[in-house]
């Protein structure tokens, strides 16, 4: 049930953060901060929708609390693209904070899939 419950999320969590993403969105979530707090509403509502038609019981607190974790993950990732490696011909700096940023998102989903 773990493991089910992981593979929705998981999937839940690719969707809102890629698909459910606009152009405008991922432009723009650095310079406006109110773009970024949208991105990372949509991302915790679609996992607390999902998590809720699987009938898993996650306790209020830790929403904000991953809410919170995916703000800082994001706006980390992008202000470092955007002070250090803009102009950076080589975008394999680029390539690992991204993986960095998504390792820490599919960490908060196995925490979240440990509840029932």
């Not at 992981?6 to 698909?19: E, I, Q, S, V």
């Not at 929403?63 to 974790?69: K, Q, R």
């Not at 703000?71 to 394999?92: P, S």
């Amino acid at each position: 049930m773990v493991l089910e419950n992981f593979g929705y999320l998981l999937f839940t969590h690719f969707m809102a953060d890629f698909a459910f993403q606009s152009d405008f969105m991922s432009k723009f979530k650095y310079k406006l901060p109110y773009v970024m707090c949208v991105h990372v509403f949509i991302w915790t509502f679609a996992l607390y929708a999902m998590s809720s038609l699987l009938g898993m019981f996650i306790p209020l607190i830790l929403w904000p609390i991953m809410a919170m974790i995916h703000y800082v993950c994001d706006f980390v990732k992008c202000d470092l693209i955007e002070k250090k490696y803009k102009d950076v011909i080589d975008l394999t700096p680029v390539k690992n904070l991204f993986h960095i940023d998504q390792a820490v998102h599919i960490v908060q989903i196995v925490v979240l899939s440990l509840f029932r």
